[in-house]
């Protein structure tokens, strides 16, 4: 089962056109073992040393944006000190829940954004982010 899974993931980067060395195996079977979720270079590198990984922070920095730019993950940049990667690439939006740092998901199909402006020439909209901060009642 676990060498399936190995198999399933080194296919995976092979598909998406990044070599898949030993460190990018074992960060994105722990990245994409729990279905989608969002998540910090700094999250993932607690995990990756947990599960006996020995990766540098700068590693874990420098693969995740590799996932990024060969479309497996998405940047989420909630507030300016904190950027998330988003293991679900779909269309959707997301609530921040301030003071916790968490992040869920919205259906696309929960939101209707009407009216974009035209982008400028030789331009296109690649897609829209929205995200709905939420934070305590009475905080």
Same mark, same amino acid.
């Given at each position: 089962m676990m060498a399936e899974r190995l198999k399933e993931t080194e296919a995976r980067l092979r598909r998406s056109g990044l070599r898949p060395t030993r460190q990018r195996i074992a960060l994105a079977s722990l990245l /994409? *073992? %729990?279905?989608d979720? &969002?998540?910090t270079v700094e999250e993932l590198h607690e995990e990756a040393l947990a599960a006996d990984v020995p990766v540098s922070l700068a590693t874990v920095y420098n693969t995740l944006h590799q996932f990024t730019e060969a479309g497996l993950i998405r940047v989420l940049a909630v @507030?300016? *000190? %904190?950027?998330?990667?988003?293991? =679900?690439?779909?269309? &959707? &939006? &997301?609530? /921040? +829940? @301030?003071? @916790? =740092? #968490?992040?869920?998901?919205?259906?696309?199909s929960n939101i209707v954004i009407d009216n974009l402006p035209e982008p400028p020439e030789g331009? #296109? +909209?690649?897609?829209v982010d929205v995200v709905i901060r939420l934070r305590? %009642?009475?905080a």
């Open positions: /994409f *073992a %729990k279905g979720r &969002h998540l @507030e300016s *000190a %904190k950027t998330y990667f988003d293991t =679900n690439v779909s269309d &959707h &939006h &997301h609530f /921040f +829940i @301030e003071g @916790e =740092n #968490e992040v869920l998901d919205i259906p696309v331009l #296109e +909209i690649s897609h305590q %009642k009475g």
